[in-house]
């Protein structure tokens, strides 16, 4: 059975869709590739990965979200292009890049709205992912009271759902959201 094999684009476009030098490209390639050989990263690798990152917790279902995060085709797999993109966005993308990369990661159905049952399954993963030991210990509810937070201060129509726009404002308005933001950088 032969291997399927995926060959990137050209350095020249990608340089051109991120804010990475062909150096970094080229660098960032490599180490793709030894971990991933076919040029495709596929979810139960990538959870694999992602795992060894947080050995203190279980980070399988942060690890799925991140992983549709990524996929950008929504095939079941990350190539390099969606790798080395989405990367860029987070490490050196604009706040307002950012925020839209986020509300991704957070709108699970990608319907272009995130619920609350949406935000309490990543936060849950969030605090799953960090392990039972932390310091100070979490309380069982409490990403059901960060999610109730955000709630109250995003879904200003009081519709029940958080639109890209009220995501964004909100975000931009508040220091401890935009500070937040910058704990989700080392998250990957």
Same mark, same amino acid.
């Given at each position: 059975m032969a291997t399927v094999r995926h060959q990137p684009e050209g350095l020249e476009q990608l340089q051109a869709q991120t804010k990475f030098s062909r150096k970094e490209?080229?660098?960032?390639?490599?180490?793709?590739?030894?971990?991933?050989?076919?040029?495709?990263?596929?979810?139960?690798?990538? !959870? %694999? =990965? @992602?795992s060894q990152f947080f050995p203190?917790?279980?980070? #399988?279902?942060?690890a799925h979200f991140l992983f549709n995060a990524f996929d950008m085709h929504r095939n079941g797999s990350i190539h390099f292009e969606d790798f080395v993109i989405g990367l860029s966005v987070l490490l050196r993308g604009s706040v307002s890049e950012?925020?839209?990369?986020?509300?991704n990661l957070y709108d699970i159905n990608k319907d272009g709205y995130i619920?609350?049952?949406?935000?309490?399954?990543?936060? !849950? %993963? =969030? @605090?799953?992912?960090?392990?039972?030991?932390?310091?100070? #210990?979490?309380?069982?509810?409490?990403?059901?009271?960060?999610?109730?937070?955000?709630?109250?201060?995003?879904?200003?129509?009081r519709d029940g759902?958080?639109?890209?726009?009220?995501?964004?404002e909100t975000c931009q308005r508040d220091e401890n959201i935009m500070s937040s933001m910058q704990l989700f950088d080392n998250v990957i």
């Open positions: 490209l080229q660098s960032l390639y490599r180490g793709f590739k030894s971990e991933c050989p076919s040029g495709l990263v596929d979810e139960e690798t990538f !959870k %694999s =990965i @992602y203190q917790g279980d980070s #399988s279902m942060y950012k925020l839209r990369w986020a509300f619920t609350k049952e949406e935000m309490l399954a990543v936060m !849950k %993963s =969030i @605090y799953d992912m960090m392990g039972k030991y932390t310091c100070p #210990s979490v309380r069982e509810d409490a990403p059901f009271e960060h999610v109730e937070k955000f709630f109250q201060k995003m879904d200003r129509n759902v958080v639109t890209i726009d009220e995501f964004i």
